[in-house]
């Protein structure tokens, strides 16, 4: 049994954690003995590890935020989930680890037989993107929505879940060799940020949608790509950012803001799980499950690896040069 287990943090994440062995746990009344199956790398696990995100658990802690397992042993009292069922993993249960403990009462039932490694990332992407796209804006068919970090893990399901509604989207990624893999996963228009042969990126996203009016802008870089986003946006569009990739805080133009009336909002999943009601979370979760479950919804994967692999993984994931998700998987449980 390998955990994936951090003493101090360091803006060098690899640096800091390391795959440590530990001994079966003994089972309390109520718990059940986990096998993780798959669970994703992030960029939140990484600023986690960093320092820089907006929740830190207290030293030492185990990496990772979500994932799926399967239920290989009962404690006393115990008589569900079944041997064997796909579960969801607890937030904040640290799920970079071939196995790990919870309360039986506190585990979502997945369905057997999907991929576990989509299901892994149904509790931090999927939900975000899918928000995005409908707590802030009423979008109707046909509507144009832009992006930017469009190669990322939001940005690849925002592209799936809005050409499922009809939407279009303009996709702002940083390098030309994105471009085709997103056109490819169903992108309307992909462009390379910034001013490209002498045009910026607002006059390229209006030729290239015809003049469209674009009515959310979704960005997650922060930096200058913020006020790019907004200068593509339409009269009274709203600009909703989660996330500061760059570093960097937003910068937006009071020209952007006072002539175009445009509104800025954040978003933080992390906020939304405490104030959505369970019957609004059991809606959204209940909507990813069955698109995935169709294989109509589904994330990119750039590579995957064992526990053992943490450091290398945890390289390739804050790198930078990825074209999908990294994903923490057991083999041997997923075989």
């Known amino acids: 049994m390998l955990k994936a287990e951090y003493q101090t943090r360091s803006l060098v994440p690899q640096d800091v954690i390391e795959a440590v062995a530990f001994e079966k746990p003994i089972l309390a009344e109520g718990q059940v003995l986990l096998?993780?199956?798959?669970?994703?790398?992030n960029p939140s696990d990484v600023l986690t590890l960093t320092g820089q995100y907006g929740i830190l658990p207290p030293l030492p802690a185990i990496g990772g935020n979500e994932g799926v397992a399967k239920v290989v042993e009962h404690g006393p009292g115990v008589m569900a989930p079944e041997?064997?069922?796909t579960v969801l993993l607890p937030l904040g249960i640290g799920t970079w680890a071939t196995h790990m403990v919870a309360k039986a009462r506190s585990l979502v039932q997945l369905p057997n037989g999907v991929d576990p490694i989509q299901l892994s990332m149904i509790t931090v992407n999927p939900p975000t993107a899918h928000l995005m796209l409908s707590e802030f804006v009423d979008l109707q068919k046909g509507d144009w929505v832009?992006?930017?970090a469009a190669n990322s893990g939001v940005g690849s399901y925002l592209i799936s879940l809005a050409k499922l509604r009809g939407l279009k989207t303009v996709n702002v990624v940083r390098r030309e060799s994105l471009v085709e893999p997103i056109l490819a996963a169903g992108a309307d228009v992909v462009l390379v940020d910034g001013v490209v042969d002498g045009l910026s990126l607002a006059e390229r996203v209006n030729a290239a949608t015809g003049g469209?009016?674009?009515?959310?802008?979704?960005d997650a870089v922060g930096g200058a790509a913020t006020s790019r986003l907004g200068e593509a946006l339409g009269e009274g569009a709203t600009l909703v950012n989660y996330g500061a990739m760059s570093g960097e805080p937003c910068t937006l133009a009071p020209t952007i803001i006072i002539f175009k009336d445009i509104t800025v909002r954040g978003?933080?999943?992390a906020k939304w799980y405490r104030t959505a009601s369970p019957d609004r979370q059991k809606e959204v979760f209940g909507t990813i499950i069955s698109l995935i479950a169709a294989g109509k919804l589904a994330a990119p994967i750039h590579a995957t690896y064992n526990v053992r692999d943490i450091k290398e993984a945890l390289a390739v994931a804050a790198g930078g040069q990825r074209t999908g998700k990294v994903v923490i998987i057991n083999d041997e449980a997923i075989a």
Do not use: D, S, T
């Open 146 to 148: 832009i992006q930017n």
């Open 212 to 218: 469209a009016v674009i009515k959310l802008g979704i």
């Open 83 to 85: 041997l064997g069922q």
């Open 35 to 41: 096998e993780m199956l798959a669970a994703p790398i």
């Open 267 to 269: 978003f933080w999943l």
